[in-house]
């Protein structure tokens, strides 16, 4: 038996495939690499969805302005609410007929509610009124307009070839909640409410944070070798290195880590955390040479997600809001599948008196 489902296959996907083992990440049939370089997010949706860019961006656009109708309703409950939980609340005020109600798909309704809903939520922890969408912008740009940022050129990229890069990524537990859901014909909406629910915890989307945290602790050049040895000698991990699956690089963290370099600025904590990064490969492979440990996604998408200029509150919503891309995708493909997901326990518990043994009990 495989606890925690390690290596069991759960479905037959077209959508992704993590090969760990040469550190690749495969979406759609085009490396990530490729994907997060010349791809706009709408072209990536297109392919894991169907359709044509054009149309996909457009209904996103759509998707929006539908749901910053439902934005005043949403304030209203989730005063004090932190922005994932109120992303949460936000999803689950969609009803699976209020797509076709506005003439769109699911996911695209899904999908643009994200960026309305998490700019909204996190302008009213500040006081502020929420922003429109503009729906001739993209998502991405759209995004850093309504939480009332600077939309320029680069940050605008920057996030869209984030969001590519984490669009999709097998069937990490997220994927995996949205197609148990889904495989219970439960609706897409149901589905993306469950799959952000795995989402928020800090072993699934909630790292990236406590890279920024590690780096402020550290503080200093100086403190850098002594910070990680004192670490490492106390069995601590550091944030942003190791990964369960890749055994080779992530690739993630590579394509961040070309976008970081985009956004490279005087006195940004880049150059910092270059430094930081190297001692700990360095400390890492001296405590452990015969297991390959290297940088992780997270790593670069703290960086990233802090050049682009988003605060730290954010960035499990950013990750959510790329996300939501694959959750649709595995919703629609396990929909069309149509067998219920329905895994086996095994009983460990006691017998009824003069009970047969019971093998595997479902
Ligand atoms: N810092 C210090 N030591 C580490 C780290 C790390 N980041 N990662 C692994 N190790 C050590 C382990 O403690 C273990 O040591 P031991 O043999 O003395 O017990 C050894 O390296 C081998 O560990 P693995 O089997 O490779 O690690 P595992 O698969 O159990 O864990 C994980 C993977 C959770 C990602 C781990 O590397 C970790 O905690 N990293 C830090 C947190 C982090 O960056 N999380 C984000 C991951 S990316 C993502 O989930 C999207």
Redesign the pocket.
């Known amino acids: 038996m495989t606890v925690g489902l390690e290596g069991v296959v759960a479905a037959e996907t077209r959508l992704s495939c993590v090969d760990g083992a040469a550190g690749r990440l495969i979406i759609g049939g085009y490396n990530v690499e490729e994907l997060a370089a010349e791809w706009r997010l709408a072209e990536v949706a297109a392919l894991l969805w169907g359709g044509e860019a054009a149309q996909v961006s457009a209904q996103l656009g759509a998707g929006r302005r539908a749901a910053a109708g439902k934005v005043p309703e949403l304030l209203a409950v989730t005063a004090g609410a932190s922005v994932i939980e109120g992303l949460r609340t936000g999803w689950s005020l969609l009803c699976d007929g209020d797509a076709a109600e506005h003439d769109l798909p699911a996911p695209a309704l899904l999908a643009g509610a994200a960026p309305v809903f998490i700019a909204a939520l996190w302008r009213a922890g500040r006081g502020a009124e929420p922003i429109a969408p503009d729906p001739a912008l993209d998502q991405a740009g759209d995004f850093l307009a309504m939480l009332g940022l600077d939309p320029e050129p680069a940050a605008t990229r920057a996030l869209e070839r984030y969001l590519i890069t984490i669009s999709d ?1 097998g069937m ?1 537990a997220s994927t995996f909640t949205a197609r148990v859901v889904a495989s219970t014909r439960a609706g897409p909406v149901s589905a993306v409410v469950a799959a952000l629910c795995a989402l928020k915890g800090p ?3 909630g ?2 944070g ?2 920024l945290d590690m780096l402020d602790e550290i503080g200093e050049v100086g403190e850098i070798e002594p910070w990680i040895a004192r ?2 000698d106390g ?10 699956i890749y ?1 080779a690089r ?1 690739p993630r963290a590579d394509v961040l880590k070309q976008v970081v370099a985009g956004l490279r600025r005087p006195n940004s904590r880049i150059a910092f955390a270059e430094q930081v990064e190297a001692a ?1 490969l360095a400390a ?1 492979s001296e ?2 040479p015969d ?1 390959p ?1 290297d940088t ?4 670069y998408t703290a960086l990233a997600l802090d050049a682009i200029g988003l605060p730290r509150e954010l960035f499990t919503p950013a990750f959510a809001m790329g996300r939501v891309i694959g959750w649709c995708a595995h919703i629609m493909e396990q929909e069309q599948s149509g067998r219920i997901i329905r895994p086996a326990s095994r009983y460990t518990g006691p017998l009824p008196a003069g009970a047969a043994p019971v093998k595997l009990a479902g």
Not at 238 to 243: N, P, R, S, V, Y
């Open positions: 990524h990490n072993l699934h989307g790292a990236p406590p890279v670490a490492l069995g601590e991990r550091l944030m942003g290195f190791g990964h369960r055994r992530d700990a890492l405590r452990h297991r440990l992780n996604v997270e790593f």
